[in-house]
């Protein structure tokens, strides 16, 4: 594998995300198989890693799509996923992000609001149609992560309190437009401890006994994602166990059991390759700089998030503790600290480990730089999934910058 590191660099030039996609598949079908015995339906949580090649494969494999936002539902669809795999979620839809998706049929819009669900009510009367619908409920559990990822409480601004969710659903029942058959909940992300995610699904399935008993049809039991990786000596949360423990808290109902994994299917299968510009030392550190930057993978300096960084180069020499940096404007432009390594030598490879989840997809072009290229490996090949982004496809958006102020933007195209 490093040695195909050191020929994909040379190949397709630095920073370079490459992606394993039969460990991908590895994980989809592991945690299918958890569920097995059980109706189960596994929706990959696209905004983790929302590569068209990516999301295909998924796809491929039978896996539905969690998107958040209109532009990840027409991923989903483009990339061959079943519509009627696909749920919409996110606390702020727009009226036109509601229309595609009524259009388009997808499984659910999953509402988190009351307000929402009077706009998706008016919208699918408009459209003369009836929307299939879930409600995020948040049932007030404490996830114990980073509180960025945490969404399970009530001081968090996803989804609606147990009793707003049984008024919403009676009010759903009773709506020629609104066809109730989900419920959802997500309580954070990364998570390692199998008790809050316990707690939670308890909750909610308590509440779908509530509901069947008022005859609201709840079919779609939505557990969310937020399964946690080994980014460094982490325990991760087995799959018998989960899968066990939501058969369990649903035990008599006859529910589809619905799961949202996004980082667990991609985060280690994935990493970001870049080589060494230069060394430096200031006021006695030690810095490595890189070609990589924070506007390629955010999370060391967004979440203060640990990745482990693994020199590929050829010095054998004893390794000492270095900064690892990037070339970008800012002091929070770092991928790691204190990182032992031996003295490097420009163009050195680094590899950047459990880089495929939001990773790219933080990606941006802060101090004009262009995204990286993403690489496939499939059966011991690898393939071009996603162009290097050039100076002409930055600027593509720009063109008014040829135009007076007089002549205004050209806007009639
Ligand atoms: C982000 C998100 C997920 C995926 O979370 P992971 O921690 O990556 O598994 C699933 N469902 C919803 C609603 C989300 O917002």
Known sequence: MQADYQTLAEHYGTPLYVYDFDAMAANYRRLKEA???HKSLISYAVKANSNLSVVAHFARQGAGADCVSIGEVQRALTAGVDRYKIIFSGVGKRDDEIEIALREGILLINLESEAEMKRVEMIAKRLGKQARISIRVNPNVDAQTHPYISTGLHENKFGVEIDAAKRMYIYAKNSEHLDPIGIHFHIGSQLTDLAPLREATQIVADLVRSLHAIDVDIKFFDVGGGLGVVYRDETPIDVHAYADMITEAIRGMDLTIMCEPGRSMVANAGVLLTQVLYEKENGGKRFVIVDAAMNDLMRPTLYQAYHRIEYL???????TEADIVGPICESGDWFGKKV???????????????????????????????RAAEIALEGGTARLIRDRENFEDQIRLEKGYLNTPAEGYDDDT
């Open 35 to 37: 569920f097995s015995g």
């Open 313 to 319: 180069g050829q010095n054998q020499e004893k390794a």
């Open 340 to 370: 032992p390594m031996p003295p490097t030598e420009h163009n050195d490879l680094i590899a950047i480990h459990s880089a495929g989840a939001y990773g790219f997809t933080m990606a941006s072009n802060y101090n004009t730089r262009g």
